[in-house]
């Protein structure tokens, strides 16, 4: 449904929690008439707020603090409380340009390799707080249209991109070349031996690559504590499928669990 852009709209914000709580300070929803953009907590905690808004935009006189104490009245048992804060604003364009406003930046993420695991994480990844740097050797590899928050880029030799990666990008390489990875992988532990602003390093592979790469970057000076810094199979422990969206997952899991 394609609501007025201009018609009144409520902007619910989380603005206190205390205790354990389902959202942070700061998350925030839109809510109009008949649809909602983002979440506070979902539950029984949002169907209250959305109908607190609604309320709001019927003009009827509402409080904009409300405390929900999260318990059996919401039918919910996370036993803390939430302070969320009502504020109506002109039209859902603003409200979204407010949140937008508002967002913390996104974390970047360097994905080497555009193949089938590659694509796969793509997807995966993309509607998740990242800003998705996917670079590929090969001309058209990304495909047309990259989704929102990834940007893809050729560079031959791929490698190359390395040195003008953002401060405190994540680093994933699955390329389709053992070559390439291996060069990858030489690149991000030679700025990380210089520069130390590259906090994880993960490579698709088995054991036995791994094996045969860290002999190879040895001969070429790094050291076991350097090579330390890779992590390779990339990938929760202990999932056994082998397809792309299998791996994928099991990737973007790994990688969530070192922005914690």
């Not at 340009?97 to 360097?110: C, D, G, I, M, R």
């Not at 990304?142 to 190359?160: F, M, N, R």
């Amino acid at each position: 449904m394609q609501e007025g852009r201009a018609e009144p709209v409520v902007r619910v914000r989380v603005q206190a929690v205390r205790g354990s709580a389902p959202r942070e300070v700061g998350a925030s929803m839109v809510v109009a008439p008949h649809r909602t953009l983002g979440s506070v907590g979902g539950g029984h905690l949002e169907w209250q707020a959305q109908a607190h808004a609604r309320a709001l935009l019927n003009g009827q006189p509402l409080p904009a603090l409300v405390r929900y104490a999260l318990g059996p009245n919401l039918g919910q048992c996370c036993g803390g409380e939430v302070v969320l804060e009502f504020a109506v604003l002109p039209s859902w364009g603003q409200a979204e340009a407010t949140l937008a406003t508002e967002a913390p930046a996104l974390q970047p993420v360097a994905l080497f390799g555009a193949g089938h695991v590659g694509r796969a994480l793509v997807r995966v990844l993309q509607p998740l707080p990242l800003r998705v740097l996917w670079f590929d050797s090969r001309p058209d590899a990304c495909g047309d249209t990259p989704p929102t928050q990834v940007t893809c880029e050729q560079v031959d030799p791929v490698q190359d991109a390395v040195a003008d990666l953002p401060a405190s990008t994540r680093v994933l390489v699955m390329t389709h070349s053992h070559a390439q990875d291996l060069e990858l992988i030489a690149a991000c532990l030679q700025r990380q031996r210089h520069s130390a602003d590259l906090p994880w390093i993960g490579m698709i592979g088995s054991a036995t690559k791994w094996a045969s790469f860290r002999q190879r970057l040895v001969q070429r000076g790094l050291d076991a504590a350097a090579l330390d810094h890779v992590t390779c199979p990339v990938g929760v422990p202990g999932i056994r499928g082998k397809q792309p969206e299998v791996i994928a997952v099991a990737v973007a899991a790994q990688l969530l669990q070192t922005l914690a």
